[in-house]
């Protein structure tokens, strides 16, 4: 029915003028059972998917093994042959449109060591992107430039906002293949002991991972080995020319930090990628990502003056950062111990909210009611990015997937932003045998599972329709809640911003078979409401509306 009713919404398209009414009451009928389609995309309520791009898909076979990365490796601790390509792919057949996504977030693509370490753990390669070699070029295992412009163009043709995954703190570690970066760059030493502020910045997160001296002002000179590669490639008079180019803009000393912020803020100036997210943000200087968004925010607006054609809307640039262990309940700032810091005062529109894991298993009227009214008055302005499982939480929610419906409900159902990680709309298996540490949050995409598994293909229905009710309703995640009734479970959700307004009602936990749902007070007897999750429309009657099926859960919108 509803793909009959868009044909005839278009028919006067054909039949002149004189149809225009017609097509205005058939555009009518047409709202009444979906969406609307004109929703406006606020980063406070964004569905943002996480992956890992080693580990999501394999769109491009040939490029699987490079710079002869071939010992072997602890369990999940080499490349498994995820790459650019394999993300577009599942772009282009709508799986993340039909998951409700309106961002990906990928881990860092750009150029790795080419060695392994073995920390203890068994020999362990770049993987996972976090070990750069280079912020210039884009490693071959994971594909080329042309494949990441692709992937932004394609992301951008569906309303899918493209977050890439930036690493400034530090560069990969040294091994046989990969010499470690001159002194005036790097520290090596001492290890972080994240007791005060000096010994959580100037410091190693663990040994051999040197530590750019992102706070030194003083100019450096390009390290010997990085001018030789470019010279192998054929681009040092390129490079060299742009770097010229842009500290002469910029007026900056050529320290450490703003030639890899210059390297960064080139993705935005090439592709138009619409923000990042920020790596190990609480061990650097707090000034330096403030100069990181100043540049980023000007390359992004600089992208859109040029490509006016394919704006997607009129957002700045966007940067959310991983302060670990920041919480909601501390507000806008992170305690050092010794110091506290507002990282929102330096760029950032949002923080990963590491605090709802330890939410989860309250009543949900506890947690949206805290999430809230916290985001709308300390953090007013402002956003988190709520996650329930991720690549390096050892400790996430739900570990052994016992409850995936309820994992989608308090992710997708509370205020704020939220990550979902790649295969907890699948339910993909996060304990290993054999792996050590994260490795084990870190397998490839069970694809399998959901292709053949009857109640993997049930949860992932779950996820679909409340991601999808998310994405047409910034009300869930940036809008104010209030509880309509307490048994049987009912809030609604109401997002204001000019003259959009938004209004939803959900309910939770509802008896199987006959339901009431108290609505009285926000939708007024005789409004017609649909329930996408059951694909039902109600009339509101006596300030109630009333549902038969077997479901639990209702996610109620106004027809137009």
């Known amino acids: 029915m509803k793909k009959l009713l868009v044909v005839l919404s278009v028919l006067p398209l054909f039949f002149g003028c004189k149809q225009v009414e017609k097509k205005q009451k058939e555009t009518q009928l047409v709202e009444k059972v979906a969406p609307k389609k004109e929703v406006p995309f606020v980063w406070e309520g964004a569905n943002i998917y996480f992956l890992l791009t080693d580990r999501f898909n394999n769109g491009n076979p040939e490029n699987d093994v490079n710079f002869d990365r071939t010992e072997e490796t602890g369990v999940l601790r080499g490349f498994e042959g995820g790459d650019i390509e394999g993300i577009t792919q599942k772009i282009e057949d709508g799986y993340f449109t039909e998951l409700g996504i309106n961002a990906i977030w990928f881990t860092p693509v750009v150029e790795q060591v080419h060695g392994a370490t073995d920390e203890g753990t068994g020999k362990t390669y770049g993987y996972h992107g976090y070990w750069a070699k280079d912020w210039t070029s884009i490693d071959p295992n994971f594909g080329t430039r042309k494949d990441l412009e692709k992937l932004v163009k394609t992301a951008h043709s569906k309303g899918i906002r493209v977050l890439l995954d930036v690493v400034l703190n530090h560069t990969g570690p040294v091994t046989e293949q990969d010499p470690v970066w001159p002194d005036d760059w790097v520290r090596t030493g001492p290890k972080c002991e994240f007791t005060t502020y000096e010994n959580t910045t100037a410091c190693t997160l663990v040994e051999n991972l040197p530590d750019i001296l992102t706070e030194l002002d003083e100019a450096v000179v390009l390290p010997d080995a990085l001018l030789a590669k470019w010279k192998d490639e054929g681009r040092l008079s ?10 002469e803009r910029t007026g900056y000393p050529r320290a450490p930090r703003y030639y890899i912020i210059k390297w ?42 040029k490509h006016q054609h394919k704006i997607l809307d009129d957002n700045p640039f966007y940067m959310v950062g991983e302060v670990y262990n920041y919480g909601i309940s501390g507000g806008r700032e992170f305690d050092f111990g010794d110091k506290k810091v507002d990282f929102f005062d330096y760029g950032f529109k949002s923080l990963i909210n590491f605090e709802l894991k330890n939410d989860a298993d309250k009543s949900y009227e506890t947690i949206f009611k805290k999430y809230s009214k916290l985001l709308h008055t300390k953090l007013k302005d402002k956003s988190i990015l709520n996650y329930l499982t991720s690549h390096d939480d050892g400790a996430p929610y739900d570990k052994e997937r016992t409850k995936p419906y309820r994992t989608a409900n308090v992710l997708l159902l509370t205020p704020g932003a939220s990550q979902v990680y790649y295969g907890d709309e699948t339910s993909r298996d996060l304990t290993i045998e054999g792996t050590q540490g994260d490795a084990t949050l870190r397998s490839f995409m069970n694809w399998e599972d959901l292709d053949s598994l009857p ?13 999808q009710f998310r994405a047409n309703h910034p009300a869930i995640g940036a809008g104010k809640h209030k509880r309509l009734s307490k048994s049987p479970y ?3 959700r109401t997002y204001v911003n000019g003259e959009y307004r938004d209004k939803v009602v959900v309910g939770l936990d509802l008896p199987k078979g006959k339901k009431s749902l108290w609505v009285k007070g926000f939708f007024g007897d005789g409004t017609k409401l649909y329930d996408t999750y059951s694909e039902t429309e109600v009339i509101v009657t006596n300030g109630k509306v009333l549902l038969d099926n077997d479901y639990d859960i209702a996610l109620l919108e106004l027809v137009e």
């Not at 390129?238 to 500290?247: G, N, P, S």
């Open 238 to 247: 390129k490079e060299l020319d742009e770097l010229q180019l842009f500290f």
């Open 264 to 305: 960064l803020t080139d993705y935005i100036n090439d592709l138009g990628v619409d923000g990042f997210r920020v790596d190990t943000v609480k061990h650097v200087n707090e000034n330096a990502w403030a100069d990181l968004y100043k540049e980023a925010n000007y390359a992004f607006e600089t992208w859109k003056k």
């Open 455 to 467: 109640e993997t293909q049930k949860i992932h229905k779950h996820w679909q329709k409340l991601g």
């Open 490 to 492: 009912v809030f609604s």
